[in-house]
């Protein structure tokens, strides 16, 4: 399995500040079980990371990417790695994101669920800024993945209409949703509802699908929890096409290693178990070649497309 969304850039700077060895958490991360994973180091509100995440009061994050690429890096882990800016917030400018592409950047997450100065997440009804725009338009040329998980409408129609500018000019643009499901099925902030999804098929956009309850139904049951997933990934096949279809677990156990305190949702499968057991809930429903592209070689397509432009 190809794993799209993971905050392990994050997990591996939080690490090396607290001098914690995080080996049992990366144990999963291996060609066997998963083979790739989109690695995030990720932003919120100033409030929120004081309170979550053990980030300095000052951010510099060119300087935090290097650091948590460095110490990523030093686990040897045995599976294919893209590396991730989740909310762009603190990006000082366009000069900075080359650099960051230079660092080892292949994607961008523009916005979390706030409003920023280049566009708004789920709480504000606003779209790309000025400087947004700008900025979008930058990734493009620099040839970054964009990645459109947690715009709001405004905001993803924006980059939307920007994409598809630059491929009327002959541009390829590597656009996807590392970590969103089905509004249609679940009434999610969060989710995609059937018109982006249709403007994400319009630009060749993949869509990533996170296993978290409260992104898949109200059911509580975990058997029932776990078919609403499937009936996700069904419907989703179904808006795009089964070449455009991946699987993500936002994972966010290693939080409990920072603070055990911490209050957090939990996704249906556990994340050592993940792989088979979305595999047999798959069987169901889909050939072994159809499961095949749905949880790892969509995705790889996607990997080998992202890390072109540092070979």
Known sequence: MFDTHYDLLTLAFMAQNE???ITHLLTPLNKKNISGVIGNLYFMSEEEMKQELKY???????????????ALEQYNLDCNILYSIEGCDYIKDIDELEKLKKAGLNSIILVW????????????????????????????DLKLGIDLSHANEPTFNDIINIIKENQKQGKQ????ASHSNIKTLQNNPRNLNDHQLQKLKEVGGYLGL????????????????????????????????INHIMLSSDNMDFIHEFDTNCEIDKPVYKYENMKEEIYQDLEKHFTKEDINKIMKTNAETLYQELTKSHQ
């Open 19 to 21: 001098k914690i060895d």
């Open 113 to 140: 669920n706030n409003k920023s100065k280049y566009g708004s997440g789920i709480r504000s009804n606003e779209g790309l800024t000025e400087e947004g725009k700008h900025f979008v338009q930058k990734a493009i």
């Open 173 to 176: 643009v590597i656009c996807y």
């Open 210 to 241: 996170v296993s978290y309850p409260s992104f898949i139904t109200d059911k509580t049951n975990i058997n029932q929890i776990k078919q609403e997933y499937i009936n996700h990934i069904i419907y989703a096949t179904k808006q795009l096409d």
């Open 56 to 70: 300095p009061n000052k951010i510099d994050v060119l300087k935090m990417f290097k650091q948590a690429k460095q």
